[in-house]
């Protein structure tokens, strides 16, 4: 029995923002096993978030032990992202000095899928992963309410005197024909209203982007930046 | 009323915030922790709380390309005159009295050097100096004519409702030591209160600095939690209630809400206020 991974990713700003002014990134590495993936939501408020988002998110994918050193993952993050960034200086306007000065932030979730259906997962903050069942909900991770989303989750900082915050972390089971979907909060508050991911989930990956963007147009769907990373676990007999 | 459009550059919302400069703003501030002599007057703390909200403003707007047009801010000191006391900016789609707020924060009066406590990384602190952008400095002079300043005020608010009918409604953040001098600012800012976009109706902020060595109230929703002070009543009268993404995110924060909650705060720290208009995501360090 060969079992393979099929992946897709929706990636679209806020809307009345363009699209370089994306602060989510994603990040997958689906050549071999186990599959690793990661959506991570930079924050608002921060300067330079959509380069740390991406930064941590590729090097979760790209270390395979990232979650084992936690620590030295993070410095790794922290290093690479602090190397593309100019240091504060006398020549920066104040306000920019103060932005470098209070670094950049990002929610983060990664998950790692083994070839014989187990995941592990590894959160900050308020990324989900959603897992789905025969075309339903099977379970929601952290937040399963829709209600409990707030504008001040938990992030990864990419200053260096920030502590490491608390990794979440959880174990499940995929058995072939299910989906493991990774993402950003304003995605995952509109597919845990019930119905919403069972509705998603009878359309094809390609048709999705549409149906998310109309939600956000209609107010549904929070006017936020917007990730989603599907993966289907499949196997052929 | 919604209170729930979206804010950013294309739509962006108003602050205007009402600067007592009265010569009564020269007696002691009575929430300071140095009492009698040492007290810093009303005036100086008004200077450092709004220099303070400026700052605050402009960190949330900036990023990597820039300061971010998501406020346009303007600030009208009543004392000896009642004029706008920052520079218009011609040409923004904003009013005489309201100017982008990346307008701002190129054009601080100066910087000063001022000592901050940063986290060491070893769990304790550690003084690091830090630039400080300061836009007013303390004025204390002639009567309070708070009113004229509330009537400029609506006009200030309902020319920019007229240029962006769909918007945030504007803020309005009045700091006074509340003894207006020139009739019943009560009626005048009903005035105020009473234009509105699409959104909602202007809110209307009241930052009392009082001599009062009564205890702090913040975001009080009945008159008994008030101290005995016939201003501290005025001015919570004259404040609007907190529209309900407001009380959500000071919920969030750990206050006590309810649907008669007011934006008013008695010889408090008044950063909260303006911290509960939500812009996105924030790290709980941006304060």
Partial sequence: ?237 | MAYSAEISRTAPTAFLFLLDQSASMQDAFGGAKQKGDAAPSKARVLADTVNKLLQNLILRCAKEDGVRNYFHVGVIGYGQRVQPVVRPAPDQGATDVLIPISHLAEQPLRMEQRTKEVPDGAGGVTKRRVQTPIWFDPQAKNGTPMCQALDLAAQTVRDWIDLHPHNYPPIVLNVTDGEATDGDPLQYAQQVRSFATDDGDVLLFNIHLSESEAPAVELPDAMGELPDDEYARQLYQMSSTLPFSMRAAAEQEGYRVTLDTRGFVFNADPVALVRFLEIGTRPSTLR
């Fill in chain 1, 1 to 237: 029995m060969a079992v393979t991974v099929a992946s897709h990713i929706i990636a679209f700003p806020k809307a009345g923002h363009a699209a370089d002014e994306y602060e989510d990134a994603s990040a997958l590495a689906a050549q071999g096993w186990p599959v690793r993936a990661a959506v991570t939501d930079g924050a608002t408020e921060s300067a330079f978030a959509g380069s740390w988002a991406r930064t941590v998110a590729t090097a979760y994918v790209n270390h395979a032990d990232a979650m084992a050193d936690r620590e030295a993952w993070l410095g790794a993050c922290r290093s690479a992202w602090a190397a593309r960034m100019s240091q504060p200086d006398a020549s920066l306007p104040w306000y920019a000095a103060a932005k470098a000065e209070e670094g950049a932030h990002a929610a983060f979730l990664g998950s790692s899928l083994r070839a014989d259906g187990a995941y592990t997962a590894h959160a900050v903050g308020d990324c989900c992963l959603l897992h789905l069942h025969d075309g339903a909900l099977h379970r929601a991770w952290p937040i399963a309410d829709p209600a409990a989303f707030t504008h001040h989750p938990a992030l990864l900082s990419s200053r260096p005197d920030a502590a490491m915050p608390d990794v979440q972390t959880t174990a499940g089971q995929a058995k072939p024909g299910d989906q493991l979907w990774l993402a950003t909060d304003a995605v995952a508050a509109y597919l845990l209203r019930p119905q919403r991911a069972a509705a998603l989930a009878r359309t094809r990956p390609e048709e999705r982007e549409a149906i998310l963007r109309a939600a956000q147009a209609n107010g549904e769907l929070r006017n936020d930046d917007s990730t989603l990373l599907t993966l289907s676990f499949s196997a052929d007999a």
